[in-house]
């Protein structure tokens, strides 16, 4: 997403929860507000994402709606990671995945690997990664699957074993090619050649 099209859909989400506050749709505004945070994320705009996930998760915990907290507990978590702060980070991966909704586990799974990365568990860490792939594979979602088989197959080469780190990598850049994502086919193959 170039700068532009990030500012026109921040724009246009501000409008909508605006609208949605004005008229007292309070559920509307705040899935709003968490779609607001997702493309924060998906940016890489770390801390942009949280304030707006903090606002909607407590609302979605006030009406008890598992999928929306599942979900941004998932984005949270990322978030927190990516910013440092990992005893929170696990909070949310942890409580993404008591709540078993099976379309956040493999998008949890992927941020507890990094987690366990982070914090020099290699072995916990692929578990993690391949746990998240059979799910993701389960859940017909090759978007977080190519993301998983790429961070898999770097961790594997970083850890004494390229052929499987090179495998998958392949399967990441295949999928990554497949979906049509052009700006991630350069750092996966990348990743390849740092192999």
Not at 6 to 24: F, L, P, S
Not at 103 to 128: F, K, M, Q, V, W
Not at 146 to 174: D, M
């Amino acid at each position: 997403m170039c700068i532009r099209d990030r500012d026109e859909a921040q724009a246009h989400a501000e409008k909508a929860m605006a609208y949605y506050a004005e008229i007292g749709n309070r559920l509307q505004l705040e899935h709003m507000r968490a779609e607001l945070a997702g493309m924060y994320l998906n940016v890489r705009q770390f801390e942009a994402t949280i304030e707006p996930s903090e606002k909607a998760l407590l609302f979605f915990e006030q009406i008890k709606h598992e999928r929306w907290i599942s979900a941004i507990s998932t984005n949270l978590a990322e978030a927190y990671m990516e910013t440092g702060r990992l005893d929170e980070a696990k909070a949310m991966v942890f409580r993404a995945l008591r709540l078993e909704i099976a379309t956040a586990r493999p998008y949890a799974l992927y941020t507890l690997g990094h987690i366990h990365d982070r914090e020099a568990n290699p072995a916990h860490a692929a578990t993690s990664f391949n746990e998240g792939i059979e799910i993701a594979r389960a859940n017909s979602d090759p978007f977080i699957e190519a993301y998983l088989h790429r961070v898999l197959g770097a961790l594997l080469g970083r850890n004494g074993q390229p052929a499987e780190g090179q495998q998958h990598l392949e399967t990441a850049l295949r999928l990554f090619t497949e979906m049509g994502l052009e700006y991630e086919i350069g750092p996966t193959n990348e990743a390849i050649r740092d192999l």
